[in-house]
C-alpha cells in the first residue's frame, strides 16, 4: 500500500514538474532563451526567495509546536539543570542569530532582484562594519565558552569520594550488566581474560584472587538509589560501546581496554518520574499511538503490543554491530530503602559461582 | 644558512620556476604545430586540466547518485521499520529476505553513503572538478604544473570508486562500521560481517583516495604558487583559487594521518598487531591483542576527518563567492576579511578534532582545550556569513540558478553551523552526542551547503566545461524542490535528536522509548523521497544540455575572471597566443565611471583610475 502511495506520489511530483517548466516556457518570451536569467526571471525568483522566506518560518514554528514536546526529556540528576539552562541559553542565541540572518539574506535577494535599469551599488569595504560583526561574536561566544566550560568542570572532574555509590557498566554485544561493589563497596580486578572461569559463569571477568570482588554484585537490571551520587565506571569486553542515559544528562564510551568514569545524582525516583506532567502526557501518546499498531497486528492476527509503562533507560549510543539498535538496560531509581532492601536480595559473586 | 647556500636556494628555485613555466610555455607550441590527439590521450588518458576536471565531475555525480539513492532506501526503512518493500528485493537481493531489509545492510547502507558523499562527491567530485577546471584557468596558465601527475591523480580516484563499488559485491557485505570505522568493530570480523573482506576494500580502496588527493594537492599548491600569469598577484586572485589553494593545504597536512591510521587498522586485522585493540573477547574466544587502544585510531581519523570537514566546505565557499559576486553585480565584500577567514578557518580546522572525542574517555581537561578552539571557528564562519549578505546589499541581483544554490548555501551555511555552538560545547555535546541532532547538523552545514556548492558550480560553469547552457527553467524547478526538502528533511531531525534518539539505529520501534518519534521519521522520509526525485531533474538537465544545450557566447554571465577571456572551444594550452596579463582584481562589478557594470581583469586601468586597496 505505501509503495503504491509513493509511486504515486513520485509520479504526481514527475508531472507536475513537467507541467511547470511547460508553463514557465510558455510564459517566457517567444525568442530562443539565452538560458540567462532576465528581468523576468529575476522578479519571479526574488518573489520566491522571499516567500522561501516565510517557509523557514513556518517550517520552524509548525515543528516548535507540533514535535516540541519530544526535545530534551525532563531532567532527573544534579547536574541536569545546569545542563538544561546552558542548553537554552545557547538555544536562545541560536534562535536569535538564525531568525535575523535568515531574514537579512532572504529578504536582500528579494529587495534587490535584478532589472536591467538599475546598477548595483559599488561598495567593497568597510572596516568598522568588519569590525563590528568580528568583535559581537567574539564577546559571544567567549561568554558561552566560560560558562559551558564552567558547567563541563562541574560534571566531569570526578571525585572519589567514601559516600558516593561505585557502580560498574558492563558493555558487550549486545546487553548491558552492572556491578555493585557489594558491601565494601569496592569493585574486585577483572580483565576479560577471566570471562572463561566457572564454566562462564564469570560474567564480567572478575579476578577471583582479588578479595574485594568476592561480595560484587552482577544484575542485568540497574537500580540506583535517589539522591546519592554514583561514580559509574564503565567497560566493554569486545568493541566500542557508549552509556547513554539521556535523562541524566550522562554519556560516556565503553572501551576495551580501557575504564571511563562518568558520575552523577539522581534527584527523581522513577515513581515520581511517572507522575510528572510531561512524562505522563508522553506516555498517554506513545499508548494511543501503540493502541492503533496493536488493531493492525490483530487483524493480521499477531498478538497485540504491551501498553507502555515509563522507566528510566540506558542506551548503546556507539554503532556496535547488527543488533546495536536493540542493546539497552532499564535503570530503576528508587529510595535508598527500597534500593537497600534490592541489593540484598541479589547474589554476590562468591555465591554464583558456586 | 649562510649567504652562499642561500643564494644557491633561490637560484634553484628561480630555476626550477622557470622550467615550470617553459613547460607551460611548450603546451602553447603544441597546440599551435601538432593537435593530433587520438581518441584516449583525448577522452581517456588525458592531461587537460580540462577534460579531467570533467572526468571528475561525472565520476563524482556518478557516485553521488549511488550515495543518494543508498539514503532514500535506508530513508524508507527507517519510517517504515521492517516493512517490506519490492525495491528491496531487487536492489538487495539476499539481503533483503521477503523484501525487509537486514540490519547488516542496513549499517553497510549508512557507511558507504556516508564514505561515498563526503570522499568520493564532495571532496574529489567538487574540489577534484572546480580545482582543476578554475585553478589554471583563472590564474591564466597553460595547465597544472603537472598534467601527467593529475591525469595519474584522476586514475587513482577511478581506481579507488571501482574499488569502493567492487567492496558492495563481497560476500559477506560491505564495511558497515559506520562511515568513521572506528575499531574494533571494524577490525573484527567476528563483530560484524562486513568487517571482513569489505572492510579490507574499504580500507585498500581509501589508501588509493588518499594518494590520489595528495597527488592532485600538491599539483594545485605548486600551480597557484608557480604559475600565475603576469600581474595576478596573490591579492589579485580570485577567492575561489584562494579557497582551492588553502582546501590543498589542509589535504596535505591531515590526508597523511588518516593514511597512517588506515595502514595501523590493516596491520592490526591482517598482521596480528595491537595498535588499536586490547582485552578483548568476542564469540566466547579471549584473543591475544594487548595494550592498543581504540582511542587512539580515534585521534588520528579526526586529524584528518575534521579538517575534511573544511576540504569539503571551503572549495563550496570559495565557488560562492565568485558566483554571488558576478550574479550580484557587485564587488565581493571585504575581500581581505574573506581571505583572512577562509586561513583562519584552516588554521583552527586542525586543532578541533578533539570535538568528536569529548566522551570518548578522553581526559575531560583536553575536552576544555577543544572546546575552546572548536567554538573560536564560530568567529572567521560568522565573517563570512554577514559578508555574503552583505554583498547582496544593494546588488542588482541576477537570479540564475548558480546564483540562487549559493544563497541557499549561505542559508544552510547559517542554520547548520549554528547548532555548530551546540555540538562544539563538550557540556551539550554529553547529551546530543551521536544522535540524529549530529546528523541533522552535519547534513546542514556540510552536507547540503557543499552539495548546493557542487551545483553552483556545476550551473556556472557547465558553459565553460561543456560550451553549452544548462536550461534554466529545469534548473529553477531543481533548485526550489531541493531547497525545501532540505530543511524538510533536516529541520525535524533537529528534534528527534535533541529527544535522544541515537543515530546509526536500524529502527527506533524496537523498545516503545522511541515510539512518539515515528511519524517525524516519516515526514523526513516523504521529504527525502522528493527530494531525490528532484536529483533526477538535475541529471536529466545535465545530459541534455551536454548534446542539445543552447550554445554559449564567451563570457554568458557577463564575469571578470580570466576563464572567460579563453576562447569557448577546449584545446590544451587556454588561450591562442598569448596568455592575458592581470591588472585588476576580480570584482570590479558597477565599478563607477564605466559603462559595462563588469571588467575583465585583463583591462587595464583606465587613466587616473584608482585601483583598490583591498
Not at chain 1, 547536574?79 to 537554552?88: K, S
Not at chain 1, 570526578?158 to 558487550?172: G, K, M, P, S, T
Not at chain 2, 575561489?240 to 593545504?249: C, G, H, K, L
Not at chain 2, 525545501?484 to 539505529?505: Q, S, W
Request: charged share 15%; glycine share 6%; with cysteine.
Amino acid at each position: 500500500m505505501t509503495i503504491f502511495l509513493i509511486l504515486i506520489l513520485l509520479i504526481l511530483v514527475t508531472v507536475s514538474i513537467w507541467q511547470v517548466t511547460k508553463i514557465l516556457e510558455l510564459s517566457q518570451s517567444k525568442e530562443e532563451s539565452t538560458q540567462v536569467a532576465d528581468d523576468d526571471d529575476n522578479q519571479m525568483q526574488g518573489k520566491l526567495m522571499f516567500a522561501f522566506l516565510i517557509f523557514i518560518y513556518v517550517l520552524t514554528l509548525f515543528s516548535f509546536w507540533r514535535w516540541g514536546d519530544v526535545l530534551l526529556p525532563d531532567a532527573a540528576s544534579d547536574h541536569g539543570p545546569e545542563y538544561d539552562n546552558l542548553m537554552w541559553v545557547t538555544f536562545s542565541v541560536i534562535f536569535f542569530v538564525q531568525t535575523v540572518t535568515q531574514a537579512f539574506l532572504h529578504y536582500f535577494s528579494y529587495k534587490y532582484r535584478g532589472n536591467k535599469s538599475r546598477k548595483a551599488f559599488f561598495y567593497s569595504d568597510n572596516d568598522r562594519l568588519e569590525a563590528i560583526w568580528t568583535i559581537i561574536p567574539t564577546i559571544v561566544l567567549a561568554v558561552l565558552i566560560l560558562y559551558g566550560l564552567y558547567t563541563w568542570n562541574d560534571i566531569m572532574f570526578v571525585e572519589e569520594n567514601e559516600d558516593a555509590l561505585v557502580v560498574e557498566l558492563y558493555a558487550q554485544q549486545f546487553n548491558w550488566k552492572a556491578r555493585y561493589g557489594g558491601k565494601d563497596n569496592v569493585l574486585g580486578d577483572a580483565n576479560v581474560r577471566f570471562l572463561q572461569d566457572f564454566d562462564g559463569k564469570n560474567l564480567v571477568g572478575i579476578d577471583a584472587t582479588d578479595p574485594n570482588g568476592l561480595d560484587d554484585i552482577i544484575v542485568q537490571e540497574l537500580h540506583l538509589p535517589v539522591d546519592k551520587e554514583i561514580i559509574f565506571k564503565m567497560r566493554s569486553q569486545d568493541v566500542l560501546h557508549s552509556a547513554y542515559m539521556p535523562h541524566f544528562r550522562a554519556q560516556m564510551n565503553c572501551v576495551p581496554g580501557m575504564i571511563t568514569e562518568f558520575a552523577f545524582t539522581p534527584t527523581k525516583t522513577t515513581e515520581q518520574m511517572r507522575m510528572d506532567t510531561d512524562v505522563i502526557s508522553k506516555v498517554r501518546k506513545i499508548n494511543e499511538i501503540r493502541k492503533v499498531n496493536s488493531e493492525e497486528l490483530i487483524a493480521k492476527g499477531e498478538e497485540a503490543l504491551d501498553p507502555y509503562i515509563f522507566d528510566y533507560v540506558l542506551l548503546c549510543n556507539k554503532i556496535c554491530g547488527a543488533s546495536h539498535y536493540t542493546m539497552q538496560m532499564k535503570i530503576i531509581v528508587e529510595t535508598e530503602q527500597e534500593f537497600n532492601k534490592w541489593i540484598k536480595s541479589q547474589l554476590t559473586f562468591s555465591q554464583f559461582i558456586q | 644558512m649562510d649567504k652562499k647556500s642561500a643564494d644557491f636556494f633561490s637560484i634553484y628555485t628561480i630555476i626550477y620556476t622557470d622550467m615550470l613555466i617553459e613547460s607551460a610555455n611548450a603546451h602553447e607550441d603544441d597546440h599551435e604545430h601538432h593537435h593530433k590527439e587520438t581518441f584516449i590521450t583525448k577522452y581517456v588518458f588525458s592531461q587537460d586540466h580540462k577534460m579531467i576536471a570533467k572526468q571528475y565531475l561525472i565520476t563524482g555525480l556518478f557516485m553521488g547518485f549511488i550515495g543518494i539513492a543508498m539514503s532514500l532506501l535506508f530513508r524508507l526503512q527507517l519510517a517504515w521499520p521492517e516493512k517490506p518493500f519490492a525495491i528491496f528485493e531487487v536492489l538487495l537481493g539476499k539481503w533483503a529476505p521477503d523484501g525487509v531489509m537486514d540490519p547488516n545492510v542496513y549499517l553497510s547502507l549508512v557507511t558507504i553513503h556516508g564514505t561515498i558523499m563526503v570522499f568520493f562527491v564532495l571532496t574529489a567530485g567538487l574540489s577534484g572538478t572546480f580545482s582543476n577546471l578554475l585553478i589554471p584557468l583563472q590564474i591564466g596558465a597553460r595547465d597544472m604544473a603537472s598534467g601527467l601527475l593529475n591525469m595519474i591523480s584522476y586514475w587513482l580516484f577511478f581506481v579507488s570508486c571501482t574499488l569502493m563499488i567492487a567492496s558492495l559485491f563481497v560476500e559477506a557485505g560491505p564495511a558497515a562500521a559506520g562511515w568513521t570505522v572506528y575499531p574494533p568493530l571494524s577490525a573484527l570480523p567476528q563483530a560484524m560481517p562486513g568487517s571482513g573482506t569489505g572492510m579490507t576494500l574499504w580500507l585498500v580502496s581509501m589508501a588509493v583516495f588518499i594518494a590520489s588527493s595528495l597527488l592532485a594537492a600538491l599539483n594545485y599548491v605548486v600551480t597557484v604558487i608557480n604559475l600565475r600569469t603576469k600581474g595576478m598577484t596573490m591579492t589579485r586572485l580570485p577567492l575561489t583559487i584562494w579557497a582551492f589553494f588553502v582546501t590543498a593545504i589542509i589535504g596535505i597536512v591531515s590526508f597523511p594521518v588518516l593514511l597512517s591510521a588506515a595502514l595501523l587498522l590493516i596491520m592490526d586485522r591482517s598482521f596480528g598487531t595491537s595498535f588499536f585493540l586490547s582485552d578483548i573477547f568476542i564469540q566466547g574466544e579471549v584473543l591475544h591483542y594487548q595494550g592498543g587502544s581504540p582511542v587512539l585510531y580515534e585521534h588520528l581519523f579526526w586529524f584528518l576527518g575534521h579538517p575534511e570537514v573544511y576540504i569539503v566546505i571551503l572549495p563550496a565557499l570559495g565557488i560562492t563567492s565568485e558566483v554571488i559576486a558576478t550574479n550580484a553585480r557587485k564587488p565581493i565584500f571585504g575581500y581581505r576579511a574573506m581571505v583572512a577567514s577562509i586561513l583562519a578557518i584552516a588554521f583552527l580546522s586542525t586543532i578541533v578534532w578533539g570535538h568528536h572525542m569529548f566522551i570518548s574517555g578522553m581526559n575531560p581537561f583536553l575536552g576544555s582545550v577543544f572546546t575552546f578552539t572548536t567554538l573560536l571557528i564560530a568567529i572567521p564562519s560568522a565573517v563570512k556569513a554577514f559578508n555574503y549578505i552583505t554583498t547582496l546589499w544593494k546588488g542588482n541581483l541576477q537570479l540564475n540558478p548558480a546564483m540562487l544554490f549559493s544563497i541557499a548555501l549561505v542559508s544552510t551555511f547559517i542554520s547548520g553551523g549554528l547548532t555548530g555552538i551546540i555540538l562544539g560545547d563538550s557540556t551539550l555535546d554529553i547529551n546530543v552526542h551521536d544522535t540524529y541532532f549530529v546528523v541533522a547538523h552535519f547534513h546542514l552545514v556540510m552536507g547540503i551547503s557543499a552539495l548546493y556548492g557542487l551545483f553552483a558550480g556545476v550551473y556556472h560553469w557547465f558553459p565553460k566545461m561543456f560550451m553549452r547552457m544548462m536550461n534554466k527553467n529545469l534548473g529553477y524547478i531543481h533548485f526550489w524542490v531541493t531547497a525545501v526538502c532540505a530543511y524538510g528533511v533536516f529541520f525535524p531531525m533537529h528534534f528527534i535528536g535533541m529527544a535522544g534518539l541515537p543515530r546509526r539505529y536500524y529502527t527506533n520501534t524496537n523498545f516503545p522509548y522511541f515510539d512518539d518519534l515515528a511519524n517525524i521519521n516519516v515526514v523526513i522520509t516523504v521529504f527525502a523521497l522528493i527530494a531525490g526525485a528532484a536529483q533526477i531533474v538535475f541529471l536529466y538537465n545535465f545530459i541534455h544540455s551536454i548534446f542539445y544545450g543552447k550554445k554559449t557566447e564567451q563570457n554568458p554571465w557577463k564575469s571578470n575572471t580570466l576563464e572567460w577571456t579563453a576562447p569557448i572551444e577546449h584545446f590544451h594550452g587556454n588561450w591562442h597566443g598569448e596568455i592575458p596579463h592581470v591588472h585588476r582584481w576580480a570584482y570590479d562589478y558597477s565599478k563607477p565611471g564605466h559603462d559595462e557594470d563588469y571588467i575583465p581583469q585583463n583591462i587595464p586601468l583606465k587613466e587616473g583610475e584608482e585601483e583598490l586597496q583591498h
